[in-house]
């Protein structure tokens, strides 16, 4: 999962410097590059979102664990 953020996080990095670099901006390149920011940030919130949710289960599950062994 770590390595899908990862990637998500390229993906925005390189829009940025397609924006950064561009020579040859326009109305109609502008908004494409705009859709394909949008879309990349969506995907990076979803995967941030899916590896939250992960860590939050494996902090829940370690802890479940210690209590466990504890009692025991």
């Not at 990862?6 to 561009?22: C, G, P, Q, W």
Request: net charge negative; with cysteine.
């Amino acid at each position: 999962m770590r390595q899908c953020l990862s990637k998500a996080d390229r993906a925005v990095s390189d829009l940025y410097h397609d924006i950064e670099f561009s020579r040859n901006v326009n109305v109609l390149n502008s908004g494409r590059t705009v859709k394909s920011l949008q879309a990349a940030l969506q995907h990076r919130r979803k995967v941030k979102d899916e590896l939250a949710n992960l860590e939050s289960l494996m902090t829940a599950l370690d802890r479940n664990i210690i209590i466990e062994e504890e009692s025991e």
